[in-house]
């Protein structure tokens, strides 16, 4: 098994950084101000929105209003998720063996990773909440067009540069 057996690794607490903090409360806030922007919007929304678009955020499909409440929803439920993770890098799947000498740096790296990540996600999905309300109010598009499919690209970037650190650091 890559990574080596879960069971035999060093189980080191890895403290929160003062930039975790930062990406936490940016994915936290951003989801309360998309789930406050839905709340305050949802009385003025018709029945049926849109609820996907193509690659260059124009609506190509409709449902029931309450598909937008999904956005930050899910966005709520995969900080939580992300953030218990977090807390057990121990358990996580690495792409080299994880040893006692090189266990603190592949945790740290693997932490900060999952930091970004969930920030980015939390980001998207208040982004999509916003962006729903937005589009039925204005027209048939999403503001700023492609911006998903842009958040999945930075994602992308952000695993490559975590996965990357982490073989640097076997």
Do not use: C
């Not at 989801?31 to 929304?45: G, H, Q, T």
């Amino acid at each position: 098994m890559r990574g080596g057996d879960r069971n035999n690794r060093p189980d080191i607490e890895i403290e929160a950084t003062p930039l975790h903090w930062v990406l936490s409360a940016l994915g936290f806030g951003a989801l309360v101000a998309s789930a406050l922007f839905v709340i305050d919007a949802w009385d003025s929304l018709p029945g049926t929105v849109y609820t996907h678009f193509d690659g260059a955020g124009v609506a190509d499909g409709t449902g029931p209003k309450a598909t937008i409440a999904i956005m930050p929803s899910l966005g709520f439920v995969l900080w939580a998720v992300l953030g218990f993770a977090i807390s057990r890098p121990r358990t996580f799947n690495y792409p080299v063996i994880i040893t006692p000498a090189n266990a603190q740096a592949q945790y740290e790296i693997a932490v900060n990773l999952l930091q970004w990540v969930r920030m980015e996600v939390a980001v998207l999905m208040a982004y999509l909440g916003w962006g729903m309300v937005v589009a039925v109010r204005h027209g048939t598009a999403l503001p700023f067009g492609s911006l998903p499919m842009y958040a999945g690209l930075a994602l992308t970037v952000t695993v490559v540069v975590g996965l990357s650190k982490s073989f640097r650091a076997r």
